[in-house]
């Protein structure tokens, strides 16, 4: 098993990789590309901070699954595994959110 339920999920997504746009969502949206694929995520994020500000926690929350499905299906397309995602987060950890934003600004 997983450590984490967005790693079981992932792996799902992955193997439609290969699947027929025509029985796949998640394949025709990898067929399309990157591109089509960010734009989607653009529209799930705006659609999730809009839910957040105006929502019930119902919407919240069905709009952050359909964000997270998106960013997963990002992360496919771009050859992102979650275990890379993790690392950076573990990186991260116990570093002032305020510093890590200052240590990105000088680069």
């Known amino acids: ?56 926690r119902g919407e919240v929350i069905a709009e952050s699954a359909d964000l997270l499905y998106h960013l997963l299906v990002l992360w496919i397309a771009r050859d992102i595994a979650p275990q890379d995602v993790w690392n950076k987060l573990a990186e991260r950890a116990g570093t002032s959110g305020l510093a890590e934003k200052a240590s990105r600004a000088e680069e």
């Open 1 to 56: 098993m997983a450590e984490h339920t967005l790693d079981d999920l992932f792996a799902v997504l992955a193997s439609r990789k290969e699947a027929d746009p025509a029985d796949s969502y998640t394949a025709r949206l990898l067929a399309k590309g990157p591109g089509k694929i960010a734009k989607k995520l653009g529209e799930e994020g705006v659609e999730t901070a809009l839910a957040g500000a105006c929502g019930d």
